[in-house]
């Protein structure tokens, strides 16, 4: 049975008291010291914070790609951080989508099959009307049988966006989904994504170092040194590279 829940109300992602250590000993590197974080349903949300200091990392926990040292995440009503591994994949594969730098479609499927490869695993039949809609969307209608290797670099993170949204996911996670793209290329897939939160409800949450890529979100969150440092209304990209300026010179002030 499908439950038919109103996208848009309510809680998509929660993450309590997050921290991930890599590593133990001397050597041990705390990637996350502690998040508490919260993703209104229907919101885009741009995650920043210089290079390590834990931006991925929190979208891979959140995401349930990766378990956390201590704290628990919620996706929806369900909490993730304890569920064993059948029950996480499973989870993952039905409620989040995942979209990452270098696009990762597999280079022997067409982008039709790269596209419904999630309803595959998980045993989904596709809903066509909105397998066509998400096609249309991307502009690919006329490429479903090429290769990857066919397309241009902002047609493959479209491809991959598509992908993401097959099963129409809770939350569509991304980790700098434009690094790879000229701008203008980073304008169209950025827009698609913008698209997404207006137009489906749908929730995103993008880790960016790009402030022009962070003014398509509704909210930035800053990370620095495994923490949330700024977590604000989008402020406009001179205001984010502000605060990560400061954030750099405080770094090398270290
Ligand atoms: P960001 O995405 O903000 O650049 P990451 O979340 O990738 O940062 O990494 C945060 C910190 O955790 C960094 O110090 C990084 O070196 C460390 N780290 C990340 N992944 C691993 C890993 N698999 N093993 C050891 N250390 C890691
Ligand atoms: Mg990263």
């Given at each position: 049975m499908t439950v038919h829940v109103d996208q848009r109300v309510g809680t998509a992602v929660r993450a309590e008291q997050l921290t991930r250590t890599y590593?133990?000993?001397?050597?041990?590197?705390?990637?996350?010291a502690g998040v508490d974080a919260e993703f209104a349903r229907g919101t885009f949300t741009a995650v920043m914070g210089p290079s390590g200091s834990g931006k991925s990392t929190l979208l891979q926990c959140a995401a349930g790609l990766d378990r956390p040292s201590s704290g628990r995440v919620w996706i929806g009503d369900l909490e993730i951080s304890r569920m064993g591994e059948t029950k996480r994949t499973e989870l993952r594969r039905n409620r989040i989508g995942f979209i990452f730098q270098a696009f990762n479609l597999i280079g022997a499927l067409t982008v039709e099959e790269n596209i419904v490869l999630p309803l595959r695993l998980a045993g989904t039949a596709p809903d066509r009307a909105w397998l066509a809609h998400v096609v249309e969307r991307i502009g690919m209608t006329e490429r479903?049988?090429?290769?990857?290797?066919?397309?241009?670099g902002g047609q493959q993170q479209r491809v991959a966006i598509a992908r993401a949204l097959a099963t129409r996911p809770e939350v569509i996670f991304c980790d700098e989904p434009t690094g790879a793209l000229d701008s203008r290329t980073a304008a169209e897939v950025l827009a698609l994504l913008r698209a997404v939160v207006d137009e489906h409800g749908q929730t995103v949450v993008m880790v960016t170092h790009d402030p022009v890529a962070a003014s398509y979100a509704d909210r930035v969150m800053v990370l620095a040194d495994g923490r949330i440092v700024h977590d604000t209304p989008q402020p406009g990209p001179a205001r984010v590279a502000e605060q990560l300026a400061a954030l750099d010179s405080r770094g090398a002030a270290r």
């Open positions: 590593g133990s000993g001397t050597q041990a590197v705390t990637a996350l479903l049988r090429h290769r990857p290797a066919q397309l241009s």
